[in-house]
Structure formats: structure tokens, C-alpha cells
């Protein structure tokens, strides 16, 4: 595996200080998320790889914010970081080791403020999810979360089209992803009274809350859940003109995390109506094949 000090000199961070804190992020995100860790540690290019693990780094903190605590601590938490950050980019500098070295990153890579600013607003519906009335409450919560955050870490990206282009084709991945999530954490969300399919979709399938609390897996569920799976799929497909957006060397990291939103769909379409009894679980030999293939042009995925 390339030398992480290497890294550090390609990716233009020299600082002892700076270095440190991008050591910080990069140790947080192995902790948190290993798999995700392990992915962008194999194929980002060298001189990215910092950028990459602390955009990374830096929703899965936010994440751990709106996440523990009561609802009354959340809220403060969520406050106190909202702070932080504004400093932090207002004066380009933070006590907190993982937003020097994000407010670096993003600034060498010229990422509007605008996407901070909405991201951050954006989280505070998950202190208290309402769950969506209908897709255009669901569209909404994209817009006003999910798209912003992937633009906080995928936004780091050299591209090749205007920014305009690659923001709006790096929409389309946040809604496929973001619906395939809601298919794969159904039963942790509904656990948490969390009820994250669009009711109107509940209501179009026949399906009650109910049916999900008790893991009813009905013909209607499994017609609900299928139908769910194609959106994301489309959306998915559609998604994949961001590998051709980006230089060559930046294009097996995106087709590998592309590729493992179609292998959780495949997951979810063999599943069916489980999906209300049991977790998906990515399958390991599938997730390494993935890795294998992503340096070939271009990855096989499923249609």
C-alpha cells in the first residue's frame, strides 16, 4: 500500500501541523467506517487520497453529532459544530484537528461556500425526522442534505466539465444512493420509528406502517420495495456519466462506489420483501470484485 507520507507530499500538504491534522482525519474515518476507509485507501489517486478521506471524514463527524445524545443535546451539538465551522471558514483556521484539514482541502479546491452553509442547515431535519409525505418532500430532503453533503466530499473532485455540470450530475448520485439507503436501513429506520419510504408510495402499494413495524413480508411489500429499487436504479444509471466528468486516474474511485450502490440493489432485488425482516449486508467477495474490476474500462454493472 503507497506510503501515507507520500500522500501527504503529493497532495501538497507540508506543514508538520497540517499533516498531523490530515492524519487525525484519515484515523477517525478507519475507525468509523473501514470498509469505506479501505475502498478510497486502494483507489483514490495518491495526491487526492487526503482530500478524499477527509471530505469523508467530515460527514461522518457531522453524522456522529446529529446522533448521540437526546434530542435536546442533539440540537446543542448540531449548534455548537454549525459554529465551528462558520469560523473555521471565515477565518480559515479551527481548534478542531479534522476542519483545519478539511477548510484546506476545500479551499484548495475552490468549493463554494454555499454548500457548507445548506449542508449544515440541511442536517437538522434528521434531529427529528417527520419522514416524507411524498416524493417531493423526498426531493426536497435531497436537495437540502443529501446532495450537499456529497458535494462536500465528492465536490473535491477535479472535473472535467463546468461545475455546474458535475454538481448536477453529482445530484443524480445522491438520489440514487440516498433511495437506495432507505431500502437497505429499512429495518434499522423502522426500529427507530423512523419511517423513510414516501407515504404516498406506502399508499400507492398498500402498505401500512404497520406491515413494516412487523416485518410483514406481503406480495404488496415485496411490490413496494421492487418498485422502490427500480427509481434508484435508473437514477443510478443515469448517475454514471460522473465517471466520464472526472481525469482517468480519478475514475476507478467513482466506479467502485457507483458499483457498490448497484450490488446493494442487486441485494436488495434478491431479497424482495425481507428487506422488512432482516438488514442488507453487503457480500465481502462481491465487494472485492468490485475493487478488482474498477481499474478496467469500463465496469460491468448490473441494468
Not at 473501514?34 to 485507501?41: C, D, E, I, S
Not at 461556500?113 to 417531493?136: K, M, N, Q, S, V
Not at 426500529?191 to 413480508?217: I, Y
Amino acid at each position: 500500500m503507497r506510503s501515507w507520507r507520500r500522500c501527504l507530499d503529493l497532495a501538497g500538504v507540508r506543514s508538520a501541523g497540517l499533516r498531523a491534522d490530515y492524519t487525525a482525519a484519515a484515523r477517525y474515518l478507519r475507525r468509523r467506517e473501514p470498509a469505506l476507509y479501505g475502498v478510497v485507501r486502494l483507489q483514490a489517486p495518491a495526491g487526492f487520497l487526503p482530500h478524499a478521506l477527509t471530505g469523508a471524514s467530515m460527514l461522518g463527524f457531522t453524522d456522529d453529532v446529529c446522533d448521540n445524545g437526546s434530542p435536546a443535546d442533539r440540537v446543542r451539538q448540531l449548534d455548537a459544530w454549525t459554529g465551528h465551522v462558520a469560523r473555521a471558514l471565515d477565518t480559515g483556521d479551527s481548534h478542531h484537528p479534522l476542519l483545519r484539514a478539511f477548510v484546506h482541502s476545500a479551499g484548495g479546491a475552490g468549493l463554494p461556500r454555499h454548500w457548507f452553509d445548506t449542508y449544515l442547515e440541511g442536517t437538522r431535519i434528521d434531529l427529528e425526522f417527520p419522514g416524507f409525505a411524498d416524493e417531493a418532500a423526498y426531493q426536497h430532503y435531497i436537495d437540502t442534505l443529501t446532495w450537499p453533503g456529497i458535494m462536500l466530499s465528492t465536490g473535491l473532485t477535479p472535473h472535467l466539465v463546468p461545475d455546474d455540470d458535475f454538481a448536477a450530475s453529482c445530484r443524480l448520485v445522491a438520489d440514487a444512493c440516498q433511495r437506495t439507503d432507505l431500502l437497505t436501513d429499512l429495518t434499522s429506520d423502522v426500529a427507530e420509528g423512523r419511517f423513510a419510504l414516501p407515504r404516498t408510495d406506502l399508499e400507492r402499494h398498500g402498505v401500512s406502517c404497520a406491515d413494516l413495524e412487523q416485518g410483514r413480508a406481503t406480495p404488496a411489500v415485496r411490490e413496494l420495495v421492487l418498485a422502490t429499487a427500480d427509481k434508484a436504479r435508473v437514477t443510478l444509471l443515469a448517475a454514471g456519466r460522473v465517471v466520464a466528468e472526472v481525469p482517468a486516474e480519478y475514475r476507478p474511485l467513482v466506479r467502485v462506489l457507483l458499483g457498490l450502490y448497484h450490488h446493494r440493489l442487486d441485494v436488495v432485488g434478491a431479497m424482495g420483501a425481507d428487506v422488512v425482516r432482516r438488514p442488507v449486508r453487503d457480500n465481502p467477495a462481491d465487494c472485492l470484485r468490485l475493487v478488482a474490476e474498477a481499474r478496467r474500462e469500463p465496469l460491468a454493472l448490473s441494468a
